[in-house]
């Protein structure tokens, strides 16, 4: 099995995580987004869409959207609960993070720090950080009440969640404001075989 990613992409980094607490056996091709190498030709033919992560696996099959590959990979493990309902629970959250968290939370993120803040879009960053607030108060919210974000256990959905969320502070999100989700960002830090965006 091959994973195209980015290590500094949130969505890519799910994947790397997942990976490494599942100790599923992969091989990592980086690949570069500034330098549009997922806008090549024989990248394309791999994902039409041009966009990483990509999962590709041994019998030529692709599979792309970041939370589709992990709910795929955590399959019959303990990250996916048998409730139907449950289940539910965490495509709530994946839809939340790709729809109300993530267009703000990464999105600033990326403004600052792949692209160092420029003038030109310093507008924009500052325009993102209302609707980030929000998810981090919706995310907060829940946290007080359970430990992880679909009840006690760890889910795909707090691995949805914790891509890009634990480096909201390098999109100018202040997280002292959060404890519920630092508490629940240093339970995931000390999971066994958790592995972190840098390394």
Same mark, same amino acid.
């Given at each position: 099995?091959?994973?195209?990613?980015?290590?500094?992409?949130? /969505?890519?980094?799910?994947?790397?995580?997942?990976?490494?607490?599942l100790?599923?056996? &992969?091989? %990592? @091709?980086?690949?570069?987004?500034?330098?549009?190498?997922?806008?090549?030709?024989?990248?394309?033919?791999? /994902?039409?869409?041009?966009?990483?992560?990509?999962?590709?696996l041994?019998?030529?099959?692709?599979?792309? $959207?970041? /939370?589709?590959?992990? /709910?795929?990979?955590?399959?019959?493990?303990l990250?996916?609960?048998?409730?139907?309902?449950?289940?539910?629970?965490?495509?709530? %959250?994946?839809?939340? $993070?790709?729809?109300? &968290?993530?267009?703000? @939370?990464?999105?600033?993120?990326?403004?600052?720090?792949?692209?160092?803040?420029? !003038?030109?879009?310093?507008?924009?960053?500052?325009?993102?950080?209302?609707?980030?607030?929000?998810?981090?108060?919706?995310?907060?919210?829940?946290?007080?009440?359970?430990?992880?974000?679909?009840?006690?256990?760890?889910?795909? !959905?707090?691995?949805?969640?914790?891509?890009?969320?634990?480096? !909201?502070?390098?999109?100018?999100?202040?997280?002292?404001?959060?404890? !519920?989700?630092?508490?629940?960002?240093?339970?995931?830090?000390?999971?066994?075989?958790y592995?972190?965006?840098?390394?």
């Amino acid at each position: 099995m091959k994973i195209y990613a980015d290590s500094q992409s949130g /969505n890519c980094y799910k994947v790397k995580l997942l990976t490494s607490l599942l100790a599923i056996e &992969h091989e %990592w @091709i980086n690949i570069d987004i500034l330098a549009n190498e997922t806008l090549t030709a024989s990248f394309l033919e791999k /994902n039409p869409n041009g966009k990483i992560p990509l999962l590709e696996l041994d019998d030529g099959r692709f599979l792309s $959207e970041s /939370n589709a590959i992990i /709910n795929y990979l955590a399959t019959d493990s303990l990250l996916i609960p048998n409730n139907s309902f449950d289940v539910a629970k965490i495509q709530q %959250w994946q839809f939340f $993070e790709q729809y109300s &968290h993530e267009p703000f @939370i990464a999105v600033a993120r990326f403004i600052a720090k792949y692209l160092g803040l420029p !003038a030109d879009r310093k507008a924009d960053y500052e325009a993102k950080q209302a609707g980030g607030h929000k998810a981090l108060k919706v995310m907060e919210g829940q946290l007080q009440k359970t430990p992880y974000l679909v009840g006690n256990d760890l889910t795909t !959905a707090d691995i949805s969640l914790y891509g890009y969320t634990h480096v !909201a502070h390098e999109g100018g999100f202040d997280l002292s404001e959060y404890p !519920a989700i630092q508490q629940w960002i240093n339970n995931i830090q000390a999971l066994p075989n958790y592995v972190s965006m840098e390394s």
